[in-house]
């Protein structure tokens, strides 16, 4: 197995030009991946993507995720194009259903459906395949393809899931499951128990689909301060996330309770309700050596990769630099490679 790598998942909420600096930044203190978030009513994700590919030259980029009901499948493949054309062969293709599209009048229907259908008619486009595809959602005639030629065929395609049927089609199709809004080193052998299941399926090496986790994340050096922030932020989306975890069993009035406060916009008095114990298991948060011990039990599950969430610190320019600094110089990369490096 290879070392497990570390990644930046970032909003799309930035100033043109602030990417770009992060990104330099990133890629200097070692990080490997850089991600873009799909959120709804958020910048699209290749704006920022190609700020950072224009400013970098080692690091893997990718959203994480588009959706291809906002977004028809040939305009995925023209944006993953795009990114791989001018990141030299640096992008990877993030999908999955997507969240809150309701507020927009966007149905999603048969989610597994429209996964597998559209990442065939990317790489059939970005193939150069002309015999067209007649799916049950998507379709490309005879002889229908991109006018620009593509810097690779097949960049490799992330799944964001939870659930088992969505596990199950990351093992039949995929290369890497990202698990979003978890740093839970359970969660990882009950995705590969899911994964496991497509991948039989279609003959594949389970091992072959690396499992990614990525959470909310906060360092500070006052570690009080970060996870103060840390509960604000994951209150917002906890009622969400809790319920698809098998391993974690919340109380049904803490939830209730947590709802009720985001929902009336108090997020603060939201955050406060939640445990220590439930904290770390949706969110990094904490002093330096707290987050990469989070961390450091992830890689020690066998991720392959973990990935920092928004905001990072209590400013993003202070998250990042301190996750570079002062987290990632504490983790042994190797799998199975125990306790952070000068812990103990």
């Known amino acids: 197995m290879t070392a497990a790598e570390i990644g930046l998942g970032l909003q799309s909420d930035k100033r043109a030009g602030d990417y770009a600096r992060l990104a330099r930044r990133a890629e200097g203190h070692g990080f490997d991946v850089l991600s873009v978030f799909g959120d709804l009513m958020y910048q699209p994700p290749i704006f920022p993507l190609l700020?950072?590919?224009?400013?970098?030259?080692?690091?893997?980029?990718?959203?994480?995720?588009?959706?291809?009901?906002?977004?028809?499948?040939?305009?995925?493949?023209?944006?993953?194009?795009?990114?791989?054309?001018?990141?030299?062969?640096?992008?990877?293709?993030?999908?999955?259903?997507?969240t809150w599209l309701g507020a927009v009048g966007i149905a999603q229907p048969r989610p597994l459906t429209a996964l597998a259908?559209?990442?065939?008619?990317?790489?059939?486009?970005?193939?150069?395949?002309?015999?067209?595809?007649?799916?049950?959602?998507?379709?490309?005639?005879?002889?229908?393809?991109?006018?620009?030629?593509?810097?690779?065929?097949?960049?490799?395609?992330?799944?964001?899931?939870?659930?088992?049927?969505g596990a199950a089609l990351a093992g039949r199709i995929a290369d890497e499951i990202k698990v979003g809004g978890s740093a839970n080193p359970a969660m990882v052998a009950v995705i590969r128990e899911r994964?496991?299941?497509?991948?039989?399926?279609?003959?594949?090496?389970?091992?072959?689909?690396?499992?990614v986790l990525g959470a909310v994340t906060v360092v500070d050096t006052d570690g009080a301060a970060a996870r103060a922030r840390a509960r604000t932020e994951v209150a917002m989306y906890l009622a969400v996330v809790a319920g698809l975890d098998?391993?974690?069993?919340?109380?049904?009035?803490?939830?209730?309770?947590?709802?009720?406060?985001?929902?009336?916009?108090?997020?603060?008095?939201?955050?406060?309700?939640?445990?220590?114990?439930?904290?770390?298991?949706?969110?990094?948060?904490?002093?330096?050596?707290?987050?990469?011990?989070?961390?450091q039990a992830l890689i020690d599950a066998g991720v392959r990769r973990v990935e920092?969430?928004?905001?990072?610190?209590?400013?993003?320019?202070?998250?990042?630099?301190?996750?570079?600094?002062a987290v990632l110089p504490l983790l042994n990369r190797a799998p199975g490679g125990g306790a952070p490096a000068g812990a103990g």
């Open 246 to 295: 098998p391993t974690v069993e919340i109380p049904a009035d803490l939830l209730a309770r947590v709802k009720e406060r985001v929902d009336s916009g108090r997020h603060e008095a939201a955050g406060r309700l939640i445990p220590d114990d439930l904290l770390d298991l949706f969110a990094f948060s904490g002093d330096p050596e707290q987050v990469a011990a989070q961390a």
């Open 195 to 211: 994964l496991g299941h497509g991948a039989a399926a279609a003959g594949r090496d389970p091992a072959e689909v690396g499992v």
């Open 117 to 165: 259908e559209a990442a065939e008619v990317v790489y059939r486009l970005l193939g150069g395949d002309p015999d067209g595809f007649e799916g049950r959602m998507f379709r490309l005639a005879p002889g229908t393809r991109l006018r620009y030629p593509a810097h690779r065929p097949r960049p490799p395609l992330l799944l964001g899931a939870w659930g088992p049927k």
């Open 308 to 325: 920092f969430g928004t905001p990072h610190g209590l400013t993003d320019d202070g998250g990042v630099e301190l996750l570079g600094t």
């Open 51 to 98: 700020e950072m590919a224009a400013a970098t030259e080692r690091v893997r980029l990718g959203a994480a995720c588009l959706n291809p009901y906002s977004a028809a499948p040939y305009e995925i493949a023209g944006q993953l194009a795009a990114l791989d054309l001018a990141s030299r062969g640096r992008a990877y293709l993030g999908l999955a259903r997507g």
